[in-house]
């Protein structure tokens, strides 16, 4: 039997649940001891949904707001790099499908050519930067 791969949106949708944890070593930026949010996909979504046009907002940000809006001192690095990723290959997958630009979510806010996941996007990053020109962005 062939494995058939998970489209974004599959993965965008796994049905996760986020958790706050408290780490027992040190990891990444996060000493041991700390509460570390571990985010979904759909909070990651809706995170970017509500930056506004022309405005970047960066992944470190993202970090210590939904760390705060989850009452953790940390959201985890990793797992918020990997979901951004899937939201803005799902967002893409929209976009491929004739949805309209205004109504996908609009990753290039939180995308730009220092982001580790604009090398990973399987669409390359000409949509991005051009999104980011058309909101006044530097890419």
Same mark, same amino acid.
């Given at each position: 039997?062939?494995?058939?791969? !998970?489209? +974004? ?8 649940? +986020? &958790? ?14 700390? %509460?570390?949010?571990?985010? %979904?996909? &759909?909070?990651?979504?809706? *995170?970017?949904?509500?930056? /506004? !046009? $022309?405005?970047? %907002? ?9 760390? =705060? =809006? *989850? ?12 979901? #951004? ?9 929209? *976009? #491929?499908?004739?949805? /309209?630009?205004?109504?996908?979510? /609009?990753? +290039? ?5 220092? %982001?580790? =996941? ?14 980011? =020109?058309? &909101? $006044?962005? $530097? +890419?």
């Amino acid at each position: 039997m062939a494995y058939k791969r !998970k489209t +974004w949106h599959e993965k965008m949708n796994a049905g996760m649940d +986020w &958790e706050v944890k408290v780490i027992d070593k040190k990891f990444a930026d996060i000493p041991e001891g700390a %509460t570390m949010l571990i985010a %979904t996909p &759909e909070i990651v979504d809706a *995170y970017i949904r509500n930056i /506004p !046009k $022309g405005v970047h %907002t960066s992944l470190q940000q993202m970090r210590k707001d939904l760390a =705060a =809006a *989850y009452n953790a001192q940390y959201c985890c690095p990793v797992t918020s790099g990997i979901f #951004l990723r899937i939201v803005a290959e799902a967002a893409y997958e929209d *976009y #491929l499908s004739g949805k /309209p630009i205004k109504k996908i979510t /609009p990753f +290039w806010r939180m995308i730009d050519s220092k %982001t580790p =996941a604009a090398r990973k996007l399987t669409f390359g990053t000409d949509f991005i930067r051009e999104q980011r =020109a058309k &909101e $006044g962005l $530097g +890419w």
